[in-house]
């Protein structure tokens, strides 16, 4: 056998490695599609992530296609129920409170991606909520952490500082809240009859939801869900609360002055922060716990989507190499995010960087992301089943009763009967 000079031996490494460059673009070379809804937030995070792709995959093209968010997800629907998979695209995003209907309804329509994707960076809780059968099926994205909105000056005025919310309860809530009309005549939160989202903020709280894990409902005998009624009831009867009808008024009671503030996710950041003459003037806090729970915490969710790859894909191995490349692992990515669209991610990783721990002037110099992000590691990891909004549609049929005093154990009762009408 002839021996290989040293030279031909690296011109032949070098005709290799490109060849295999070469194959490697080739089979990275087309459009990926996406649908998704917000195109001033979820469309430009996407956007940002294929810009960052493409400069090291240059063929590849990703396309986001504007939906408004009901629409799409009609669309998506009427689609995977007829079992037509031509025109689905690539990449979809999900709300998170769907995700297991989504998985559960069509099996087989979403690419599992456990063993593609290392999700073990990411919050735990998002993992959780799209996990089915010990796969994970999503990418997460935005999350939803909880924070306890407040007018630090108005607290200020009644004797408080930030170090009198931290580690709270809600009867503590309660007391302060109290305290605060007595010496400023300010109400504390507004209470939109027509929306369970303080519910659900509380429940996850303790690790809890209106379901099982294995799908059966868990109302009447939640002893947590039942704390989160007799805890609302309580606000209500205080008088630290004020009804309002509806997001333009729920917004503007706190944005306004006319209340203190509000319990809510992340995403409000932005909507505060748009009073630019309050600057200076706000705080957040983590959310009160629920009083008298085993496991309750001071941290919870509301809100939030993840990215899926479609089965059925035309480019579904790109599809996940680019969520891999870019969303599971930039850590950039999430820098610039989160400052130009105040995106707060579910890659645990990204609180290291920059952004995250800067301070905040809007709220009074405090570093806001990075105790969002520090709140977004502790939230429980709950299963939202795939009949929660069935069971939030019950819950807001009984907050007259809840409101006038009623009995908890009967209105939860009641509560879980609607639900098993309304999912048999």
Do not use: C
């Amino acid at each position: 056998m002839t021996r290989m000079s040293t030279g031909l031996k690296r011109s032949l490494a070098i005709v290799l490695a490109s060849v295999s460059a070469m194959t490697v673009t080739a089979a990275y070379a087309g459009e990926i599609t996406v649908w998704a809804w917000d195109p001033n937030f979820n469309g430009a995070t996407m956007n940002k992530a294929a810009e960052i792709y493409k400069a090291n995959h240059p063929d590849t093209t990703v396309t986001v296609v504007d939906f408004a968010k009901a629409d799409l997800e009609t669309k998506l629907q009427a689609q995977l129920a007829s079992g037509t998979t031509d025109g689905l695209p690539d990449i979809v995003l999900i709300e998170d409170y769907g995700a297991q209907k989504y998985l559960q309804s069509f099996p087989g329509a979403f690419e599992p991606l456990s063993d593609k994707i290392d999700l073990s960076g990411f919050a735990p809780y998002k993992v959780e909520l799209a996990t089915l059968n010990g796969q994970g099926y999503s990418l997460p994205f935005d999350s939803g952490v909880t924070g306890l909105f407040y007018r630090s000056d108005i607290l200020e005025e009644a004797g408080y500082t930030a170090a009198d919310l931290e580690g709270i309860t809600w009867s503590r809530m309660i007391e302060i809240g109290k305290d605060i009309k007595e010496k400023t005549g300010q109400i504390m939160f507004p209470i939109d009859p027509n929306d369970a989202g303080i519910f659900r903020i509380m429940m996850q709280s303790a690790g809890s939801w209106y379901f099982n894990a294995d799908g059966s409902v868990n109302i009447a005998n939640n002893d947590v869900f039942k704390a989160a009624l007799k805890t609302y009831q309580d606000l209500i009867a205080s008088g630290i609360t004020k009804p309002v009808a509806g997001w333009t008024e729920y917004t503007g009671s706190f944005t306004s002055g006319d209340t203190v503030g509000t319990v809510t996710g992340v995403w409000m950041t932005g909507t505060i922060k748009a009073n630019a003459d309050q600057s200076g003037k706000w705080g957040v806090a983590p959310i009160p716990a629920l009083d008298g729970v085993e496991g309750a915490t001071n941290a919870s969710n509301l809100g939030g989507s993840s990215w899926y790859v479609m089965s059925s894909a035309p480019n579904k191995e790109e599809a996940i190499d680019f969520l891999n490349t870019v969303w599971a692992q930039d850590v950039n990515f999430y820098q610039e995010i989160l400052v130009n669209q105040g995106a707060v991610g579910s890659l645990l990783a990204a609180r290291e960087g920059e952004a995250y721990s800067a301070n905040d002037d809007f709220f009074g110099g405090a570093p806001v992301w990075q105790h969002f992000s520090d709140w977004l590691a502790a939230i429980p990891a709950v299963n939202y089943g795939i009949f929660t909004n069935e069971a939030d549609a019950a819950v807001v049929a009984q907050i007259p009763a809840l409101t006038s005093g009623g009995n908890i154990d009967e209105i939860a009762a009641a509560i879980e009967a609607q639900v098993n009408q309304q999912v048999q």
